[in-house]
């Protein structure tokens, strides 16, 4: 069972709509990031948590540490949307490598 | 906000020829750099990670002979990709730690990627 689990693996929206990407872990973490991947493969850090929710533009992410959960909200969903996003976590202990979720992609039609 | 860039973007390469991939930390300076590979449809796979000034520490199935990793300043980090083949040909990505100030903490910004293409 990997480390890091994502739902729903695969997500269709119609522009507009308020979209909600889940992430699940099962260690314990000392921070947890969003991350967009487009088709042509570049990588952008949507957010950074440790705890509670941010904001940034159209999107939220929201962290419950002892649920050991986060939520990924797109509000006013656009095309340009459209993109894989991925969950990963930094487990505690000093390490700073990241354990990835096998991404949840996002299809926003017009 | 910060940012990351790869270079090249993409390459095509004749089997046996080394390919090098540089990574740079724009405007933060980055005492740790990570290298991954991302075959298609898949998840990013960590290969290394790289600290400036000493050697690279790779993952478990990792050939460090095949994949040299230099961390020769706070802001370069190159992999080589020594006698390529065609299985190596991957899309291969990287990231730097910016530390955070004052924080204990930092936060990983990721470079636009690199596609190999050995033929």
């Known amino acids: 069972k990997n480390e890091v689990e994502q739902s729903p693996q695969n997500l269709t929206a119609q522009e507009g709509e308020f979209i909600t990407i889940n992430c699940s872990y099962s260690?314990?973490?000392?921070?947890l990031h969003w991350l967009q991947q487009h088709p042509g493969g570049g990588i952008v850090s949507l957010f950074m948590?440790?705890?509670g929710k941010k904001k940034h533009g159209r999107l939220i992410a929201t962290i419950n540490i002892q649920e050991k959960h986060s939520s990924l909200h797109i509000t006013a969903s656009h095309p340009r949307d459209s993109a894989v996003y991925i969950c990963a976590v930094r487990p505690q202990g000093g390490s700073e490598k990241l354990v990835f979720g096998k991404g949840t992609k996002l299809t926003v039609n017009p | 906000g910060a940012v990351v860039s790869q270079h090249p973007s993409w390459v095509i390469c004749k089997s046996g020829t080394s390919v090098k991939i540089e990574c740079r930390s724009l405007d933060f300076q980055a005492t740790t750099m990570f290298w991954y590979r991302q075959f298609p449809k898949q998840s990013l796979m960590l290969m290394a990670t790289?600290?400036?000034?000493?050697?690279?520490?790779?993952e478990q199935g990792v050939e460090k002979d095949k994949f040299l990793i230099n961390h020769a300043s706070l802001t370069l980090s190159t992999l080589t990709v020594t006698s390529a083949h065609p299985e190596d040909s991957s899309f291969y990505i990287c990231s730097a730690n910016r530390p955070l100030t004052g924080e204990r903490s930092y936060e990983q910004y990721f470079g636009p990627g690199t596609r190999l293409t050995v033929t």
């Open positions: 790289s600290n400036e000034g000493s050697k690279a520490t790779y």
């Open positions: 260690v314990g973490i000392s921070a």
């Open positions: 948590l440790s705890s």
